[in-house]
């Protein structure tokens, strides 16, 4: 099983700043790797796919990065509209298919 | 325009029974997997398992099969998620989800507005 680890648990960072955020994956996912952003009652929204390439209508400040194992997520300017919970997740190995990491709470410094 | 639109919240004691929908609309139903995501209170995203409803083709996470059933009828439009004894556990919201590529496991492009099941006695 293909175990994703989402670092950190929670970041605190003031608008306008830059956030990183990261996410390992046990073994290479090649580059199938999407990160969502949750905000609180709402569905999961897709940001990122392909590791690197950004969803429909998903603001250019947010930028994904990394290949195999280690990936980030990087939001260039945080707006107000950003905090929320973050999560990445692998779609490439079979049969587990899918898996999540545990998410990083993003939250206003 | 894509639309995965489930069933309302329901509330349910142990060991009964339950099925809740998903109807996809505004796209060919046969050609794209539905998947099932599990989030359990104030916790993260469980992948449950994913169905093809072109061919009835299921896949299940490991560590939930046997646990429950994803069936679809693409007569209708529509997927299924189905216990036939819920527990305490159970207590979650469920989502649908698609890929966005056709007849692709993939990443999960659109998304339902969930359904939350609470089981009590």
């Known amino acids: 099983e293909i175990v994703m680890t989402q670092s950190p648990a929670t970041l605190s960072v003031s608008p306008g700043e830059r956030a990183t955020l990261s996410c390992r994956a046990s073994?290479?996912?090649?580059?199938?790797l999407a990160w969502y952003q949750q905000k609180p009652g709402q569905a999961p929204r897709l940001l990122i796919y392909?590791?690197?390439t950004r969803a429909t209508g998903i603001p250019a400040r947010f930028s994904g990065s990394g290949s195999g194992t280690e990936f980030t997520l990087t939001i260039s300017s945080l707006q107000s509209e950003d905090f929320a919970v973050y999560y990445c997740q692998q779609y490439n190995n079979w049969p587990h298919m899918y898996t999540f990491g545990q998410g990083t709470n993003l939250e206003i410094k | 325009e894509v639309q995965l639109v489930q069933s309302g919240a329901e509330v349910k004691k142990p060991g009964e029974s339950l099925r809740i929908s998903c109807k996809g609309s505004g796209y060919s139903f046969t050609t794209y997997w539905i998947g099932w995501v599990r989030q359990m209170p104030g916790k993260g995203l469980e992948w449950m398992g994913i169905?093809?409803?072109?061919?009835?083709?299921?896949r299940y996470s490991p560590s939930l099969q046997g646990q429950v059933t994803i069936s679809a009828d693409k007569s209708i439009s529509t997927a299924y998620l189905q216990w036939s004894s819920l527990k305490a556990s159970d207590t979650a919201m469920y989502y649908c989800?698609?890929?966005?590529?056709?007849?692709?496991?993939?990443?999960?492009?659109?998304w339902g507005q969930g359904t939350l099941v609470s089981v009590s006695s």
């Open positions: 989800a698609r890929p966005g590529l056709v007849a692709t496991l993939d990443y999960f492009d659109y």
């Open positions: 392909g590791a690197s």
């Open positions: 073994q290479s996912v090649s580059s199938n």
């Open positions: 169905i093809y409803p072109g061919d009835s083709d299921t």
